[in-house]
């Protein structure tokens, strides 16, 4: 008895801890049409254990992959391609998501948006122009 209970327990941690990277998704929504933010999130508003703070408030559709993850770090822990950036001519891609109202915005209106969401007005943060040429070619 205690080595079927034992085999079960071994079982089922060996499923439960063998999910993929890819695997680790938020949806954001919960609409059947609902986008996924992938990597290491920590609530439904698209923060990460990388970046949390109040104004940490959006996913970067990355273009190599087409996922939204919360940061460049979330996507170097998952995936094994190295980013691409997207150029000035694809600047009218939807590629920002607002993790308040999970509206897409081109990178055009994210850049220049002020750090505000151009459709619940929330506040972006304005430290994540820090990291835009890991993400947009510049003009």
Known sequence: MY??????????????????????????NKS???I???????DNETRCIHYHSQLDIIAIKFKCCK????????HQEAEI????????????QKAILCGVCKQELTIKEYLNSGNKCTSCKSNFNPGCSLHYHLYFEKE
Do not use: M, R
């Open 3 to 28: 080595k079927i209970i034992f085999v079960i327990c071994i079982l089922f941690s060996l499923l439960s801890c063998n999910k993929s990277k890819q695997e680790t998704a938020v949806d954001t």
């Open 67 to 74: 996922k939204y993850y919360p940061c460049y770090e979330c």
């Open 81 to 92: 391609h190295k980013p691409q950036v997207w150029s000035v001519a694809e600047q009218d």
């Open 32 to 34: 059947k049409d609902s």
């Open 36 to 42: 996924k933010v992938y990597g290491q999130t920590v």
